[in-house]
C-alpha cells in the first residue's frame, strides 16, 4: 500500500509547549480510500497513536480501513512523539489529545465534505478516541496525582513526566490545572469508536462513562502490564451502556501492537479487522440504503 500522505499543521489556539509565542504544531498522516463506498458518502476515521508513538506506527490500523473505503487520518502528538522529540506536557496533558484530533477534523472539513466520523485509538490513544464520545477525566484524582497521593502510571519513554507535574503544579494552579483535565472533551460530530488497549491511568470520571451513548467496541490484551485491562478497558466495557469488547488473547502483551514487532503480526492484523468489521457496520460503509 501506498504511503500516507504528511500534511504539517498548526492549531492556532493553543501553544507549542517547547515555545509558548509559537503556535500548536499537529502532524497528520492521511490516507486516502481505496474503495468508492456505494453510497458515494466519505466517511473519516480519526486515529489517536499510544504514549511516546507517531500516528505512522498506526499503520496497521490505517491501511485495513483505507482498503475498506474509510479515508483515515493519524496524527502526531505534539511532545508525545518519537518523530519531534518529547516533553513533559506531552505525556502528562493528555486531556490535549482530543483537541489534536477536533483540529485535524475542523482541517479536513475545510477542504472537503466529510459524512460521518469515526474515531480509534490505541493505549493512551484509546483514551483520547473515547473522550471525543464523552468521557472524562476525573479532577480529583488528577490533584492527587499532582500532590504525590496516588502512584504515577507507567511511562516508560518519560519516567520523569509526574515528577515534573508536581515540581510545577503549586496552589496557585492547582485549580486550572483540575478544570482543563476534567473538562468535556465530546465532539458531536464523531459517532463511534474503536479502542485498543485503552489506558487513561485509572483516571476517567465512573459518571463519564456512564453517560457515554455512542457505539464503543474494544479490544485489550490479557498480558499487558502497561495499560491493565482492569484498569481502563474493563471498566469501560463494565460502565459503557452497550459497549462491546473482547480479548486479544491470553498471551498478548502491550508491545505485541508495536508495528515492528514481529511476534504481533496476526495480533495487529486481527484487530485492524475487528475495527474495519465494527466501523463499517457503525457507519453503513458499503451498505445500500
Known amino acids: 500500500m501506498s504511503s500516507p500522505q504528511i500534511v504539517e499543521s498548526v492549531d492556532q489556539m493553543r501553544a507549542s509547549f517547547d515555545n509558548p509565542a509559537h503556535p500548536r504544531p499537529v502532524r497528520v498522516y492521511l490516507w486516502e480510500p481505496l474503495i468508492p463506498s456505494v453510497d458515494g458518502l466519505t466517511r473519516l476515521i480519526l486515529l489517536s497513536h499510544g504514549t511516546g508513538a507517531s500516528g505512522r506506527d498506526l499503520a496497521w ?108 503544579t503549586t496552589t496557585d494552579t492547582i485549580g486550572g490545572l483540575m478544570e482543563s483535565a476534567g473538562a468535556d472533551q465530546s465532539d458531536d460530530r464523531v459517532q463511534a469508536a474503536f479502542l485498543v488497549c485503552p489506558g487513561d491511568g485509572g483516571m476517567s470520571s465512573a459518571t463519564s462513562l456512564r453517560e457515554v451513548t455512542r457505539p464503543v467496541e474494544i479490544r485489550w490484551a490479557d498480558a499487558d502490564v502497561i495499560t491493565r485491562p482492569e484498569q481502563t478497558a474493563l471498566r469501560y466495557l463494565e460502565l459503557i451502556g452497550g459497549a462491546r469488547g473482547r480479548s486479544l488473547g491470553r498471551h498478548v502483551e502491550h508491545h505485541h501492537l508495536f508495528p515492528d514487532e514481529i511476534k504481533g503480526a496476526d495480533v495487529r492484523k486481527r484487530a485492524g479487522a475487528d475495527a474495519v468489521a465494527f466501523l463499517a457496520q457503525a457507519s453503513g460503509l458499503n451498505q445500500p440504503s
Open 61 to 168: 490500523l490505517a491501511e485495513p480501513l483505507a482498503q475498506a473505503g474509510f479515508l483515515v487520518a493519524a496524527v502526531d502528538h505534539h511532545g508525545n512523539n518519537w518523530v519531534d522529540g518529547y516533553a513533559a506536557p506531552g505525556f502528562v496533558f493528555i486531556w490535549e489529545r482530543p483537541a489534536d484530533l477536533r483540529h485535524v477534523l475542523n482541517l479536513i472539513q475545510r477542504h472537503r465534505r466529510v459524512d460521518w466520523v469515526g474515531a480509534a485509538g490505541f493505549s493512551a490513544g484509546g483514551y483520547a478516541a473515547a473522550a471525543l464520545l464523552g468521557v472524562r477525566l476525573d479532577p480529583d484524582l488528577i490533584r492527587l496525582l499532582a500532590e504525590g497521593e496516588i502512584p504515577d502510571p507507567p511511562l516508560p519513554e518519560f519516567p520523569s513526566a509526574f515528577e515534573w507535574l508536581r515540581g510545577t
